[in-house]
């Protein structure tokens, strides 16, 4: 793997991070609005929500960059299954 791969793919890493950080935070400040209905703190989602638009292209573009070097395939149909109509016995 190149080293320009290895930096897009941890690029990726960071979004994941990132989202996953603002989903712990909101966690943490939740409140309970009755009925046993909770809401999580609104604030580190507004934050996440800034950059998403940014975000999603971008790791469109890493995904279809990494996979045009053939270094993410589709998998071949798993032996004995035949319902395409393409499998070997």
Known sequence: MTPATMQMLREIWTYAELARSAVYAGEQ?????GNGCWF???RPMQA???ILPFWFPRANEI???IGSQTWMRSL??????CDTGRCKR
Request: charged share 40%.
């Open 29 to 33: 400040g939740a409140r309970e609005y």
């Open 48 to 50: 996440l929500r800034g």
């Open 63 to 65: 995904i279809r960059l």
């Open 76 to 81: 071949p149909e798993p032996y004995g299954r």
């Open 40 to 42: 999580l703190d609104e």
